[in-house]
């Protein structure tokens, strides 16, 4: 990256490679940076989600900016989330690096994490004038936020709210994901 005459190495997951296809293109980017020791480290990312993301799992005892951009690289954020959540091994393993005693420990440290994440940034909408936003609506607009079409999304909800109507937006959304999965 050049950024006033000065050049910067950017690591990125690997399907963000593509990204920057003619030298020159301009493109949008958010970035991390890390600095260790004596040296100063910038990671890219397509979205703010893939950023949050990795930041979680860089949070997780064991896993550094390696092993996560190793994950990025295999999983989009709701794939990451819906394996997570349903504590599904045999997926998070298919990420390279990421073993059986890996994957639990990503499993029991991020858990309960991801509701939490999801509700604080990705189900936080602006209230209208007028009063509340429903659930079913914050859940919709969380799941449209991780790249699903609003149909798609909508209707994962309603499913949700039709098997329990007495969860918690974190159970809905957690529902909602796994219908997801299954279609």
Do not use: W
């Amino acid at each position: 990256i050049n950024i006033g005459g000065i050049g910067f190495s950017l690591e990125m997951p690997p399907a963000g490679d593509n990204l920057a296809s003619k030298v020159g293109q301009e493109i949008t980017l958010y970035t991390r940076l890390m600095i260790r020791d004596d040296e100063l480290y910038l990671y890219g990312f397509r979205g703010e989600e893939e950023r949050k993301l990795f930041n979680l799992i860089i949070g997780v005892s064991g896993f550094g900016p390696r092993l996560a951009l190793s994950i990025l690289g295999i999983f989009s954020v709701s794939q990451f989330y819906i394996a997570v959540l349903e504590e599904n091994i045999a997926r998070l393993c298919r990420a390279p690096g990421i073993g059986r005693k890996a994957a639990q420990r990503l499993i029991l440290e991020l858990k309960e994490k991801l509701p939490q994440a999801l509700s604080a940034a990705d189900l936080s909408v602006e209230q209208p004038a007028g009063g509340a936003v429903s659930a079913i609506d914050e859940i919709t607009e969380a799941l449209c936020a991780l790249g699903y079409s609003e149909a798609e999304a909508s209707a994962a909800v309603h499913r949700a709210v039709e098997e329990d109507r007495e969860a918690s937006r974190e159970e809905l959304l957690k529902k909602a994901l796994k219908s997801m999965a299954r279609d």
